[in-house]
């Protein structure tokens, strides 16, 4: 599982944050009667929707207990496949023979130890020490950025097990063991390397076998090789119950959610938004984007606004509002989530959210036609228009995102847990209890193979392309928080305390 990486500073909760904590804590049921001195306050208002005050948790769905994490072999470090998934369920693929055997068959990771999934950057890895080195790339390599020693002396322990291991101490362990950027290789798992692999896991069992021989029979021994996570059945019909309840909360968002996730289901609004675009071209031609410094020179001149940026930001403040407190009523149906201390609750809201955000917004995007629907009640956008307010570059890379997701043609139950695991991911930030977040996201993780079972023969394989994207958002996330740190000098957001909190940008792991 993915690991915290190493401390950040405490989180300085003023009125507004105040307001998520008392939300987040309001798991029991949102109070009808007015509430009484040391209980929970009461859910947060929302002058656009009435569904917070009313809505509260039921009785949690107890989250089946898992001794161990479920892993599932990769068979390259390419990251990320972009071939389109059928609808209809697929013959199992041939296993061709440059691929690396299955996990079982893999040394540990040679980072910490615990279950490789295959061979990246170089080096036999698990998948969040191959997700920690490429998001290092960027950092160390194209942002020359430099990590800092969590301890000072450069010999934090590295292992199974550790949940904060230090940053700089593990990057400098996968340059040690030989990763590199330049060390990737799709679909070249040699003979050779595949013998070596095989012949180091049998002495690694045989080593394993002899010490549980020589323990005695009330003692336990856990090796990398025996934390292998069983598939975990769960209820089906408690799944169906958990992801309908999940959806109608994201519906009160949004009415058309489900429709957003159906072939085509957008498309006249899409066409609706284009046809607008064209005709303003048509009668006064392309005038793009006039630059902000232009924009404030004549502002602060004459206090005339001559586009609508100002009202597109006050717009888009307040979807963001709606959307943050939508998350939260979301998040605290998240069975065993609010079982989680507060703080760690709120730590991982803050992490999570643009993940959450852009794996429900990615329909709304139409790549071909450049536009962008919000809702069924909110006009949408041509992609040239968001440039008054966005940097065009995270625009293009926001179209560039959405294509790679669409193609995954997630569902709209997939889409509903992929929201939910990423709001607990541990690895993001600080938490009191990360063992308890890793025992919900492997739940759910569950809820979400279940749910593949009934659409694809090998739901393994539907499992890691779907977290293969959880990658991609990863470096999605990175960008946005850029675009979050000018959002918050937004005069519009003056008025949102709460989305100010929520972006206020923090230092991340």
């Not at 208002?45 to 599932?72: F, G, H, R």
């Not at 036999?124 to 990590?147: A, D, H, L, M």
């Amino acid at each position: 599982m993915l690991t915290v990486n190493n401390t950040i500073k405490k989180y300085s909760v003023d009125l507004a944050m105040t307001s998520i904590l008392e939300n987040l804590n309001g798991c029991d049921s949102a109070a009808e009667t007015s509430p009484q001195p040391n209980q929970i306050i009461t859910v947060m208002d929302s002058p656009q929707s009435d569904s917070l005050l009313s809505l509260s948790p039921e009785s949690n769905l107890n989250s089946t207990p898992l001794a161990d994490k479920q892993s599932v072999a990769s068979t390259t470090d390419s990251g990320i496949d972009e071939s389109e998934d059928s609808e209809q369920p697929q013959k199992l693929p041939k296993k061709h023979k440059n691929q690396p055997p299955d996990a079982d068959l893999l040394p540990p990771c040679r980072v910490c130890g615990e279950r490789a999934s295959g061979l990246h950057y170089g080096a036999n890895t698990c998948e969040p020490c191959k997700g920690f080195f490429r998001r290092s790339i960027v950092k160390v390599e194209k942002k020359n950025e430099k990590y800092v020693c969590a301890k000072g002396d450069e010999s934090c322990k590295l292992g199974t097990g550790k949940r904060t291991m230090c940053s700089y101490c593990r990057y400098k362990k996968c340059l040690e063991v030989g990763m590199s950027h330049g060390a990737i290789k799709i679909g070249r798992y040699t003979y050779e390397k595949r013998t070596k692999d095989i012949t180091e896991v049998k002495q690694l069992k045989q080593k394993d076998n002899q010490t549980l021989d020589t323990s005695g029979d009330n003692k336990t021994h856990d090796t990398p090789g025996d934390r292998n996570v069983q598939n975990v059945d769960v209820n089906e019909q408690e799944v169906d119950d958990l992801v309908n309840k999940l959806i109608s909360i994201q519906e009160e968002y949004t009415a058309d959610f489900r429709k957003s996730f159906q072939t085509g289901g957008l498309l006249e609004s899409q066409l609706s938004v284009f046809e607008k675009y064209k005709q303003k071209i048509e009668i006064f031609g392309n005038l793009g984007a006039l630059p902000w410094s232009v924009y404030e020179e004549i502002f602060s001149t004459t206090g005339i606004e001559i586009d609508d940026r100002k009202h597109m930001m006050n717009r888009i403040a307040d979807r963001m509002e709606v959307a943050i407190r939508n998350m939260i009523t979301f998040a605290r149906n998240i069975p065993g989530f609010c079982d989680l201390k507060t703080q760690d609750q709120l730590s991982l809201l803050k992490v999570g959210y643009l993940e959450y955000g852009f794996l429900g917004f990615h329909t709304r995007i139409n790549p071909e036609l450049k536009v962008i629907v919000c809702s069924s009640t909110c006009a949408g956008a041509h992609q040239s228009d968001l440039t008054k307010v966005i940097d065009p570059k995270y625009i293009d890379m926001m179209f560039e995102f959405a294509v790679s997701i669409q193609k995954c043609r997630l569902t709209v139950e997939e889409v509903t847990l992929a929201r939910a695991i990423v709001l607990t991911f541990s690895d993001r930030c600080v938490l009191e209890e990360p063992e308890k977040v890793d025992k919900i996201q492997w739940h759910l993780v569950n809820c979400l193979r279940c749910v593949a079972k009934k659409n694809f023969k090998n739901p393994d394989e539907r499992l890691w392309k779907i977290f293969d994207k959880f990658i991609l958002l990863r470096d999605f996330a990175e960008y946005g928080r850029e675009v979050n740190n000018i959002r918050c000098k937004w005069e519009a957001m003056k008025t949102h305390p709460l989305v100010l909190e929520m972006i206020n940008p923090e230092p991340s792991l």
